[in-house]
């Protein structure tokens, strides 16, 4: 089955501590793997996708295929930074999946 | 604005009644996907459209239908509703289609409340 896993509802942090979300992914084939963001009173949006190898808003994530993990990274978290964090994956029918979602608190 | 746009924002109706949401993508974007959010399911795929043809189906009930069409824009139709349909219905667009579908813009999503 394919399914994406966000194992924790919510995450709080204080500002400056590094923050983790994790996500992990069942699927047999190559994924295609993604992070979205909701800020508050904003539209779903997305932040990063493993393709790109790149960095937003201090933000990475690495796929680990051994793992099968798409954690999100940022080794020093700030305020702006608290939303809704949604991983998602791209099965090769073109299908996005998401997990449950992650809510990140960072606090001052 | 030229993001995606959905209609009604909010709807408020009774079991068994019928509604229709409706979306209309991004200027230039061909695909057309359809999630259900609701609060123990997170964001559950429905459906998707490619340039007025499905494409993808997901967890979609046989009760919910929904139509791309030849503007692009798209409409969920959901009928008999039960209680359990009430949700946060997004629509979400792309300008690729295909097997590889590119980065999806989000519309801000048609609240549905079933009493």
């Known amino acids: 089955a394919q399914r994406v896993t966000q194992p924790e509802k919510l995450l709080s942090v204080f500002k400056g501590a590094p923050v983790e979300l994790k996500c992990n992914y069942s699927?047999?084939?190559?994924?295609?793997l993604f992070w979205y963001v909701q800020y508050s009173r904003q539209r779903l949006q997305l932040l990063l996708r493993h393709i790109s190898r790149e960095s937003i808003k201090g933000f990475t994530a690495d796929l680990n295929k051994g793992e099968t993990s798409f954690h999100l990274k940022k080794p020093f978290a700030q305020e702006e930074d608290s939303a809704m964090y949604y991983c998602?994956?791209?099965?090769?029918?073109?299908?996005?999946?998401f997990g449950q979602g992650t809510e990140l608190s960072v606090k001052p | 604005d030229s993001g995606v746009t959905q209609t009604p924002k909010h709807l408020i109706t009774a079991t068994g009644q019928r509604v229709t949401l409706r979306c209309s993508p991004r200027?230039?974007?061909?695909?057309v996907y359809w999630y259900q959010q609701s609060l123990d399911q997170g964001l559950q795929f429905l459906i998707q459209?490619?340039?007025?043809?499905?494409?993808a189906k997901g967890n979609i009930l046989e009760r919910f239908s929904a139509q791309q069409f030849p503007d692009l824009h798209s409409e969920l139709n959901l009928s008999s509703l039960e209680l359990g349909d009430s949700a946060l219905y997004f629509c979400?667009?792309?300008?690729?289609?295909?097997?590889?579908?590119?980065?999806?813009?989000f519309g801000e999503g048609s609240r549905l409340t079933v009493l």
């Open positions: 979400a667009s792309s300008v690729e289609g295909g097997l590889y579908t590119g980065e999806l813009f």
């Open positions: 699927y047999s084939g190559s994924p295609e």
């Open positions: 998602a994956l791209r099965n090769q029918g073109g299908k996005l999946i």
């Open positions: 459209y490619y340039n007025g043809e499905e494409r």
């Open positions: 200027s230039g974007d061909l695909s």
